[in-house]
């Protein structure tokens, strides 16, 4: 311990001027880096707050239109029922028989046929109630009380004391299926003939969900608690269902919504005579912002350069050797192009001139170096495609030497001309790409051969869109997937087939090969990449897919080539993908 002590006192020795510099310099930065920081975050999280509290208020303008417009909606469907003559005398009138009764019902449905919505899809759920008896449920409702039951409702009553004006009233359960022991808002007309005698009620059901929808779309409910109140402060909807049917000055209304910082908002319901209130929790509106990451990220990076720059200043002011000692290290990196200007003693300039000369030598020998590599990689690709092609050739000439021996000449004429093509498209051509319209054409030359050898029990089709004949994709890779198919998808000669589709998205070109055939088990699919499995040739051996992959991967990276999915009896599915130039 007493040796490294006394290194570490020889190394600050001799460097001491500048570790005193620097760490007055770096100390400082930090100190107003953190002080910057702690200004910038606290200006920040106000401002997103007042902005998030401004497009709130635009948000609850939004709302508040949406529900006047709704209550307009409803004072008009009200005030139409009330100067309804079918109305009056289906609520009003006695029967002289049930046909009269039925016509009157008849004609009641087709006049309320346009108010069965309220205001964007919003179902009325309307009950008429008539002083005669008589009673009437719009929608879905299913009555679930008698008449004089209904007009015995402590809502029919309260309306009766407002008898001028539409009457809004929350209620826990509504006296229909539809609201039964569901919290609601009940709407109330007194009906009134010409001479303003009562004859009957329209009463207009919300469920409390459907009428929060207006707000409930558009805030985020963990930042912000909206409710709805009462005249009587009574909270009639809410995004925080803990609090509906409580008053506002309940403790625990006060325990359900109260935060450490908040934002209030009211809006009048003007219609309603309600008010809507939103309370904004800061707090977690401060949390969601998640500055300090950005804010830590931009102070190291600027830190960063600072110190860069003060320590090269400093190291240049102490002396030029220190340059030197600072750019050494960049070689171990594989950084060779920091050259170093040539100042200081006579010595120094000698070592310095030395120094570059060493890094031109490295980035000759680097670059010599990766055109080595670069030479090699395209070699391995190259044989890469001449290994598919014998085994290619093989099975070709073996399929006319079959048709030559039975004697069928025009097939062996078609054989030998498809061949022909082959042969131009892929081995008297020399590059190692074409067009995808060419290889798709060449592939159906190869389809044209494999059927005249296994018959045409397998039939092929291709799906491509004609946007894509252009795109330029490596030679002969579908040919071997489709060789692969045929023999091992289809054995013994099973009908079937073999769907070709050829796709773009995002830069990306898909290749699908889909045979309905017999699939293969997942034992089968994980040899399919072995390098010893590739080697059998007269099974299902994949030497065709292996070294398909290798190419795409060779030519594209590692994160493309031939992915296989099987399913016993079901099928196979084989997917090309690599990028499109």
Known sequence: MKKLINKMRKIYLRNELFIRIMSVVVISILGVASILSLTIVKISQKTYVQAYVKSNNIILNQVSNDYEELNNNIVSILTNIENSQTVKKYLASAYSSPAEESRTLYDLELQLDDSQ????????????????????????AVRTRFPEDLLSLKIIQQANEQSNSVFYQFIQSGPSSYTNHINSLAIVKVLKDDQQQTYGYALILLTENVFADFYNSLIDGNLNTVYITNQ???????????????????????????????????????????TMTSVIDESQLVKQMVLWPTILAISAIAISFISIFAFLTIRKTTAPIYTLIQRIPHITEGDFSNKIDITGTNEIRQLVSAYNFMLDGLNIYIQ??????????????????????????????????????????????????????????????????????????????????????????????????????????????????????FIHAFPNHQKGNIEIFALKKEGILKIEIIDNGIGMPETNLSQLSSENYSTRKNQFSGIGLKNVDDRLKLLYGNEYGISVISTINLGTTVTIRFPTK
Not at 120 to 136: A, D, E, R, V, Y
Not at 254 to 274: M, Q, R
């Open 117 to 140: 919505l309220l205001y964007k899809k919003i179902p009325s759920n309307m009950i008429l109630i008539g002083l005669n008896g008589q009673t009437f449920y719009q929608n879905d």
């Open 232 to 274: 009587d402060q009574w909270i009639v909807s809410s995004n925080n269902k803990k609090i509906i049917g409580k008053k506002i000055k309940s403790a625990t209304f006060a325990k359900e919504v109260s935060s450490p910082i908040e934002a209030t908002t009211h809006k009048n319901l003007y219609g309603y005579d309600f």
């Open 368 to 485: 010599q170096l990766l055109n080595a590599q670069n030479e090699k990689r395209l070699s391995e690709i190259h044989a890469l495609q001449m290994q598919i092609q014998p085994h290619f050739i093989y099975n070709t000439l073996t399929s006319i030497k079959f048709l030559i021996w039975q004697g069928d000449k025009e097939k062996a004429a078609e054989a030998i001309d498809a061949f022909i093509r082959l042969l131009r498209n892929t081995i008297s051509d020399e590059q190692g790409s074409i067009t995808l319209a060419q290889e798709l054409s060449s592939v159906m030359d190869y389809v044209l051969i494999l059927q005249i050898r296994f018959g045409d029990n397998v039939a092929v089709n291709l799906h491509s869109n004609e946007a894509l004949k252009n795109e330029l994709v490596p030679k002969m890779i579908v040919h071997p997937i489709i060789e692969n198919s």
